[in-house]
């Protein structure tokens, strides 16, 4: 039988946000795999208020995953910027590229508080970069995890359930002009997405992200097939993408018996 590898991503293990309160929730999506990729934001390694919890966490999840019955490769997000080498993945003989997905902007969360500060960070590092350098895609993901890593957690840190409710509302949703930035942040991405392969990875016909948090399928003008596999945070939910030797399948991941299961087929595409 091929080897069947399977991609999701922004478990966000450790923050109130999450719906994985136990690792081994997640269990049911490492079975009958050969590989699982997270696409990033698997848990926060930043600097924060908490930092025993914070080693705490990442200590669980590196526990968990080096114990899976397959090997699991971690992909960097803006989360965890530090935890493995790996900015990007190609896949199936370079048709399919995985990344994060943060690196559609230049100030990495268009809505975010931080947006500023990040977006001065980011243009002060491409302008000491040589010039061969600015428009390769590796050296500029280099620079948006050490920019990401150099910005402290916020409400993610945040282990009261109340203090966490109004912490994250002043982190995305006040003034309301945050709102609007996330509603263009989807509408942008899907192009966005598909510039960034084809600039860089132009053989790809599919882009892996998360980032947004927005589940979805969208084949652009280009012929890229961007796809988002949300997250494991309401209101949206994860979805997981399972790649064989000649197919692309994207599922549903359903909560079940307090578990997480691949669910129904979303979208189906040829290798």
Same mark, same amino acid.
């Given at each position: ?26 269990? +049911? ?19 924060? +208020? ?30 965890? +910027? ?119 990875? +132009? ?69």
């Amino acid at each position: 039988m091929a080897a069947l590898i399977r991609i999701f991503s922004d478990i966000h293990y450790g923050d109130r946000m999450s719906t994985v309160r136990s690792l081994g929730q997640l269990r +049911p999506l490492l079975a009958d795999v050969d590989r699982v990729i997270l696409n990033g934001d698997t848990v926060d390694t930043r600097i924060g +208020p908490h930092a025993a919890a914070t080693a705490r966490d990442l200590a669980a999840v590196t526990e968990f995953f080096n114990r899976s019955s397959g090997p699991v490769t971690f992909v960097t997000g803006n989360h965890d +910027p530090d935890i493995s080498p790996h900015h990007a993945i190609d896949l199936a003989a370079g048709r399919v590229f995985v990344t994060h997905g943060d690196i559609i902007f230049e100030n990495i969360v268009p809505w975010s508080r931080d947006a500023a500060t990040i977006s001065d960070r980011i243009h002060a590092g491409l302008a000491q970069m040589p010039e061969s350098e600015r428009q390769q895609l590796e050296p500029r993901l280099q620079l948006f995890r050490r920019v990401c890593a150099s910005i402290p957690q916020r409400h993610q840190a945040e282990p009261n359930p109340f203090k966490h409710a109004l912490r994250l509302a002043a982190d995305t949703m006040w003034p309301p002009s945050r709102a609007l930035s996330i509603l263009q942040a989807w509408r942008e991405t899907p192009e966005r997405a598909a510039a960034i392969t084809t600039a860089h990875r +132009p053989a790809a016909k599919f882009a892996l992200i998360g980032h947004l948090h927005q589940p979805g399928c969208w084949t652009t003008r280009s012929g890229v097939t961007v796809i988002n596999t949300g997250s494991f945070s309401r209101p949206f939910g994860a979805w997981a993408v399972d790649i064989g030797d000649d197919r692309l399948v994207v599922r549903r991941v359903v909560p079940r018996r307090g578990e997480f299961h691949p669910g129904r087929i979303v979208a189906e595409f040829p290798l």
